[in-house]
């Protein structure tokens, strides 16, 4: 991406194109094609102008991918954190005004982390892994999800009865595996296919129950929760702003 841009200094050409490609001055790289020139008596003639490139990188894109998203909705005060990994980055979005839209299980964060990472990885064949966090959310999950665990497992190992939680993505599902291996008497597989897969939590110990109650169970098998798919999440958000 390049553009010359002209103005009265060099600073205020640059200045430009840093509200221009909506990016920082230190990611854009200038070349001075003309600088004012001093006349008579010091008055300044002439204007500057400056060609300015900028080549933005995948956290780049995708940052301004989620921004313009949070502005569509009508949250404007909003800052972002970035910290490359090693196979791509971690975004922190912080604002309080857009914490209080996240729903309990984080389904916006993981349709724009989701959204984010189909738009970014669009530069080139080279996958690059984007998480979004805000304020801390994915770490009260966690624990959320780690005590779901231990509860689900407990009543499991008392009624020896399989429990199917409801249907979760990959990380959250590996939280759950991972606290349900710390716990005798009990195991955890996955079953299904995304976005439906979901984990059942298992006695080691054979018992008998009732199988009529077992169908009735809102938590058995067979029980499946309505999803939404990430397009459709942002793209409801956006029209209830309209």
Sequence with gaps: MKKIFTAQSIDAAKQM???????????????????????????????????????????????????????????????????????????????????????????????????????????????FRITIDCNGFRAKRKEQLEQLAIKIANNVKKNGRSTALEPMNPYERRIIHAAVSEIEGVTSKSKGEDPYRKVIISSTEKRKFNDRNRRNDPRSEEHTSELQSPLNLVCRLLLEKK
């Design 17 to 127: 194109a840093v509200a221009e490609f909506q990016a920082d001055i230190e990611k854009i790289n200038f070349s001075i094609l003309e600088e004012p020139k001093k006349g008579l008596f010091g008055k300044i003639k002439g204007e500057a102008k400056v060609e300015a490139e900028y080549i933005p990188t995948k956290p780049d894109i995708a940052v301004k991918y989620i921004k313009d998203i949070i502005n569509a909705i009508g949250i404007d005060n909003v800052d972002f954190d970035v910290v490359e990994t090693e196979n791509g980055c971690e975004i922190e979005i912080r604002g309080q005004e857009f914490e209080d839209i996240i729903d309990k299980k984080g389904d916006l964060l993981d349709s724009l982390q989701y959204l984010s990472s189909l738009v970014s990885n669009k530069v080139d064949r080279e996958y």
